[in-house]
């Protein structure tokens, strides 16, 4: 928990700063409409919009409407992101505080909530231990796999960055860790950012170098989930991209770590029930 606190404060701190620049830009919303040309100077914009009129077949002056609606619409819809993460909160808190305490008591009576499982079960020995173990391997496979995979991502696009001299590298890190928990859509969207963004302003060799990342990130989590694991829970990959998306809608952010760990068990549950009723004898 201490460098995962760590990377959000560094990323925090990052996007505060941004948001302290905009502001000595005096940049807002009600300015790019009505002087966009200004506030595209003030936010270093009118390289981009040269070289965008360049390969495309567009106007600076195009380019300039297109922004203002963009930006227009992209402010509305922050203010109502921002409306209802200020509404969320409390639950938000609430649903932290729940999820610490269950962690805490979990850790200090784990082998007393072991044992009840043990005492209490339906099943056999043999089941029972079989549930146990696939139970602790889920959850091996969902929290520990993710976040080391998360954290390599994170650190091969710093690295990128580091190599292309990009600024706000510790805001690009945080972004990219959180991008990696989300299955399917992962860290792709960063790192195509960041090319295309280096292609526009222009330079070439960072657009190639962050090409060149947007492979290597996304199969470094084929190469790290599975060395973590060892042997971790077989579940297969539709079934978890369901269950941790199902899951997120349902219950929020924990759903992507708690949805797989329940679906895993269910598929594991389901045979050893089956198996505990006599088949039906076939009609002749």
Not at 170 to 188: E, N, R
């Amino acid at each position: 928990m201490i460098p995962i606190s760590l990377l959000v404060a560094l990323g925090a701190s990052a996007a505060v700063d941004k948001l302290k620049g905009l502001e000595d830009t005096n940049f807002s919303i009600g300015q790019f409409t009505s002087n966009p040309g200004g506030a595209i100077d003030a936010l270093g914009l009118r390289p981009v919009l040269h070289q965008i009129a360049e390969i495309s077949p567009v106007s600076e002056v195009q380019v300039r409407q297109y922004a203002t609606r963009m930006a227009v619409g992209m402010g509305t819809l922050a203010g109502n992101a921002l409306k209802g993460l200020v509404a969320s909160l409390p639950g938000i808190m609430f649903a932290n505080i729940v999820m610490l305490f269950t962690i805490f008591f979990l850790l200090v009576d784990g082998p007393r909530a072991v044992a009840f499982v043990r005492e209490n079960s339906i099943f056999g020995r043999k089941q029972t231990d079989r549930i146990l173990e696939v139970a602790h391997q889920l959850c091996y496979s969902v929290m520990v796999a993710t976040l080391v995979s998360g954290a390599v991502q994170a650190a091969l696009v710093g690295v990128a960055c580091l190599i292309t001299g990009t600024d706000g590298i510790a805001l690009i890190v945080f972004v990219t860790f959180l991008f990696s928990f989300f299955p399917m859509v992962g860290t792709a969207p960063v790192t195509v950012g960041l090319a295309l963004l280096s292609l526009i302003q222009g330079d070439t060799t960072a657009a190639i170098i962050f090409a060149v990342f947007v492979p290597v990130v996304g199969m470094s989590d084929n190469f790290v989930r599975p060395y973590v694991l060892k042997g971790g829970g077989d579940l297969h990959p539709l079934i978890g991209f369901v269950a941790a998306f199902g899951a997120l809608d349902m219950i929020g952010f924990y759903g992507l770590f708690i949805g797989p760990v329940v679906v895993g068990l269910f598929f594991t549950l389901l045979p050893m029930v089956t198996r505990s009723y006599p088949k039906s004898p076939k009609p002749a």
